[in-house]
């Protein structure tokens, strides 16, 4: 199904995920979507890899955390998700060197805790690893020092920058 893009979320200069100034990062980018979910697209490199031609569990672990994380942000700007604990269901392999795309979203919610699901989607649009996190809301000051926020944290916007994702219905 397709569905529009309402907000680009920003990236950060040197984070492993979104990082747009880590030569190692997965240089991914985050897409609030009109359902609700948030999407992100990101390619995998053969500095990824764990057996060759396959994408370390870890960082897909590290996309679906950042990207469960990020979802509440879509209702709640302002609140950031530290992980509390986050489970993995690896079902196919993740290729290396391929553009990939990942969805996620809150399914609980409360005062100071959040919960969320998230698939790690294979270019056929099936799922190679569903994630289920929970995180704890904190303010940006009380986890990152100094002025990351100021210097560090800033939307990019690319001509590249979809108006719409195709996702594939997902079975829940």
């Not at 700007?77 to 990942?102: H, I, Q, R, S």
């Not at 698939?119 to 009380?142: C, H, I, Q, R």
Request: charged letters at 30%; glycine letters at 6%.
């Amino acid at each position: 199904m397709r569905y529009k893009v309402t907000r680009k979320q920003n990236n950060s200069s040197r984070c492993i995920v979104c990082g747009t100034d880590n030569k190692f990062s997965l240089n991914s980018r985050f897409y609030e979507l009109e359902n609700g979910e948030l999407a992100c697209n990101f390619r995998t490199e053969d500095w990824h890899q764990s057996y060759p031609g396959r994408t370390h569990g870890g960082m897909a672990a590290a996309i679906l955390d950042e990207l469960i994380g990020r979802a509440m942000c879509i209702d709640e700007p302002d609140c950031w998700g530290v992980t509390v604990e986050l489970n993995l269901k690896y079902k196919k392999p993740v290729p290396t060197e391929t553009n990939l795309t990942a969805v996620a979203r809150v399914t609980r919610n409360s005062r100071k805790i959040f919960e969320g699901t998230g698939e790690l989607l294979l270019p056929d649009g099936s799922v190679a690893v569903e994630a289920s996190g929970k995180y704890m809301k904190m303010p940006v000051d009380k986890i990152a020092e100094g002025d990351f926020v100021e210097k560090e944290w800033y939307l990019l916007e690319e001509e590249a920058d979809p108006k719409e994702i195709d996702l594939p219905e997902i079975k829940r």
